[in-house]
């Protein structure tokens, strides 16, 4: 009997529901939490620090997470990650300390870490090959849209009950993200024989690190030029406005509409590099950005600093997926977490580099300057992937023989 055809359909509501939810937990609380910490008697520089918290709570815990999912599975991984976020709230919300507050923050980084590599990993394994960028720039965008509607709500219940209401509100969507998570199905086998035999050697950190060098090494660089272009983005636009004299309602506005824009594409793009290649997306997705960003510093009021912006948000949402779906392509059938947490570490170095760098160079040179060398930054990475992105003819010969991808990286001919 031929294989029924799969269809995205089938896993949407277990794959990418958990993902919508933490998207709406995480984005209920994160503009409160500088907001919190004042109140708890944090200075503006403390209270900065108590979100780059949350950040570092995810970078160092990529390597554990891996570790976590490769132990107990993708879908306890995802589950516990939830629950674990759910705490960290809890703590933030019931403390009068900053200082536990602060480690709550820490505790929501983790989660981040854990949470993401889970549900990569089980999308990587419970999708075909031939529909796994649409499955992961979904993936990519279903969260973004979690993490844009999540302060509507949390506004509400803060409305009605209180700021400390917007841990309310990500503490049911967190449970509810647990409870969902709990039903995923398990990872079907897509090898020829069934199962996928245990290798004979279980591979660790050390070899994962070793027979993978060469791609970390060259896509790897690229990973982390992409996110600090990305990390970098976020900051960017609130802080043109502000240079503008802008007023703050003005800014909030530009920001929500690039990210509006950002949400609409994620399902094009992912099919755009299903059919054509990875290439296609993660090139333009850079050449956009790249370009919006060197132009930003001429913009001069509130119309053109929004048509930068939106070119700035297209660029970046036709780019949902692409790091993930990278990644998968290039992960192994046995140590797969192992191999993306790695990823994710590159990949949170360089978010956490971006914005770093652009303080930098804001104090030594300008905003402006800053700005546009970060767009020179974009066109780097367009460079680097390009040159490094496997060629789409190999990656469909793979498909064709149901071999796990190769893991060695080379040049795409034209």
Same mark, same amino acid.
């Given at each position: 009997?031929?294989?029924?055809?799969?269809?995205?359909?089938?896993?949407a509501v277990a794959a990418f529901g958990p993902s919508l939810l933490f998207g709406i937990g995480e984005g209920a609380i994160l503009p409160v939490v500088p907001l919190c910490a004042r109140e708890l008697g944090a200075s503006v520089p403390t209270a900065a620090l108590v979100v780059t918290l949350i950040g570092i709570g995810s970078l160092v815990s990529n390597i554990p997470a891996s570790?976590?999912?490769?132990?107990?599975?993708?879908?306890?991984?995802?589950?516990?990650?939830?629950?674990?976020?759910?705490?960290?709230?809890?703590?933030?919300?019931?403390?009068?300390?900053?200082?536990?507050?602060?480690?709550?923050?820490?505790?929501?980084?983790?989660?981040?870490?854990?949470?993401?590599?889970?549900?990569?990993?089980?999308?990587?394994?419970?999708?075909?090959?031939?529909?796994?960028?649409?499955?992961?720039?979904?993936?990519?965008?279903?969260?973004?849209?979690?993490?844009?509607?999540?302060?509507?709500?949390?506004?509400?219940?803060?409305?009605?009950?209180?700021?400390?209401?917007?841990?309310?509100?990500?503490?049911?969507?967190?449970?509810?993200?647990?409870?969902?998570?709990?039903?995923?199905?398990?990872?079907?086998?897509?090898?020829?024989?069934?199962?996928?035999?245990?290798?004979?050697?279980?591979?660790?950190?050390?070899?994962?690190?070793?027979?993978?060098?060469?791609?970390?090494?060259?896509?790897?660089?690229?990973?982390?030029?992409?996110?600090?272009?990305?990390?970098?983005?976020?900051?960017?636009?609130?802080?043109? %406005?502000?240079? $503008? &004299? @802008? !007023?703050?309602? /003005?800014?909030? =506005?530009?920001? *929500?509409?690039?990210? +509006?824009?950002? #949400?609409?594409?994620?399902?094009?793009?992912?099919?755009?590099?299903?059919?054509?290649?990875?290439?296609?997306?993660?090139?333009?997705?850079?050449?956009?950005?790249?370009?919006?960003?060197?132009?930003?510093?001429?913009?001069?009021? %509130?119309?053109? $600093? &929004? @048509? !930068?912006?939106? /070119?700035?948000? =297209?660029?970046? *949402?036709?780019?949902? +997926?692409?790091? #993930?779906?990278?990644?998968?392509?290039?992960?192994?059938?046995?140590?797969?977490?192992?191999?993306?947490?790695?990823?994710?570490?590159?990949?949170?170095?360089?978010?956490?580099?971006?914005?770093?760098?652009?303080?930098?160079?804001? %104090?030594?040179?300008? &905003?402006?300057?800053?700005?546009?060398?970060?767009?020179?930054?974009?066109?780097?990475?367009?460079?680097?992937?390009?040159?490094?992105?496997?060629?789409?003819?190999?990656?469909?010969?793979?498909?064709n023989s149901e071999r796990p991808e190769p893991n060695v990286p080379h040049k795409e001919t034209p």
């Amino acid at each position: 009997m031929a294989p029924k055809p799969f269809n995205l359909r089938q896993i949407a509501v277990a794959a990418f529901g958990p993902s919508l939810l933490f998207g709406i937990g995480e984005g209920a609380i994160l503009p409160v939490v500088p907001l919190c910490a004042r109140e708890l008697g944090a200075s503006v520089p403390t209270a900065a620090l108590v979100v780059t918290l949350i950040g570092i709570g995810s970078l160092v815990s990529n390597i554990p997470a891996s570790l976590i999912t490769m132990h107990r599975g993708e879908r306890w991984a995802i589950v516990a990650a939830a629950l674990w976020c759910a705490l960290a709230m809890a703590l933030c919300a019931g403390t009068g300390h900053l200082g536990w507050f602060a480690v709550g923050a820490f505790m929501v980084g983790m989660s981040q870490a854990v949470f993401s590599l889970a549900r990569q990993s089980y999308l990587t394994e419970a999708v075909p090959l031939a529909y796994r960028a649409r499955a992961l720039s979904t993936l990519g965008g279903v969260m973004r849209i979690g993490m844009f509607i999540g302060p509507f709500f949390a506004a509400v219940a803060i409305h009605r009950f209180g700021i400390v209401a917007a841990f309310g509100v990500g503490i049911v969507a967190l449970m509810l993200a647990a409870l969902l998570a709990a039903r995923i199905p398990d990872l079907p086998s897509h090898s020829p024989g069934g199962a996928t035999p245990a290798p004979a050697v279980a591979p660790t950190l050390r070899s994962t690190v070793r027979d993978h060098r060469h791609v970390f090494a060259t896509l790897g660089i690229g990973v982390m030029l992409v996110s600090a272009v990305r990390a970098t983005r976020q900051a960017i636009i609130p802080l043109w %406005a502000d240079h $503008l &004299l @802008l !007023a703050p309602s /003005v800014a909030s =506005l530009i920001y *929500g509409l690039a990210g +509006g824009i950002e #949400m609409l594409v994620f399902y094009p793009a992912g099919h755009v590099m299903d059919r054509k290649g990875r290439r296609w997306v993660a090139v333009p997705s850079l050449l956009l950005m790249g370009a919006a960003l060197m132009l930003m510093p001429l913009a001069h009021d %509130a119309r053109t $600093l &929004l @048509l !930068a912006a939106a /070119v700035i948000g =297209l660029g970046n *949402g036709i780019g949902s +997926g692409m790091v #993930m779906t990278i990644a998968a392509d290039h992960s192994p059938p046995q140590g797969r977490a192992h191999f993306l947490g790695l990823w994710r570490l590159l990949s949170d170095i360089g978010g956490s580099c971006g914005p770093a760098l652009l303080s930098v160079l804001a %104090a030594v040179l300008s &905003l402006g300057s800053g700005i546009a060398l970060t767009g020179v930054i974009a066109f780097l990475a367009a460079a680097q992937l390009a040159y490094w992105i496997p060629r789409a003819g190999a990656r469909r010969a793979v498909q064709n023989s149901e071999r796990p991808e190769p893991n060695v990286p080379h040049k795409e001919t034209p």
